[in-house]
């Protein structure tokens, strides 16, 4: 039975590559397609960050990551560089979780 749906989900898989790749350009081209297209992955990468954050289990938590996030937010807005995000994000988590 295992078998079975393992080749099953194989041929819908690959079918679902076929339909993607008859898509005409045209409908590829359009701007709400391209629009949905660069934003599908910062709203999955928003999402995953939240569940992080968050989330322990089932429960929701506030702690000390949240105040990681908040210092990344801010020089986010700053524009500053991505590993000195990075750096003060962890460094103000860690900074909150000794007191």
Sequence with gaps: MIWWALIAASLACYGLKLVGLSVPQRVLEHPTTV???????????????AVQVF????????????????????????????????FAAALATALVRLL
């Design 55 to 86: 989330a322990d289990g089932t429960a929701l938590v506030l702690d000390a990551r949240l105040v990681g996030i908040g210092v990344a937010v801010v020089l986010l807005v700053l524009r500053a560089p991505f590993l000195v995000i990075v």
């Design 35 to 49: 629009r949905v297209a660069a934003l599908i992955p910062v709203g999955l990468l928003g999402a995953l960050v």
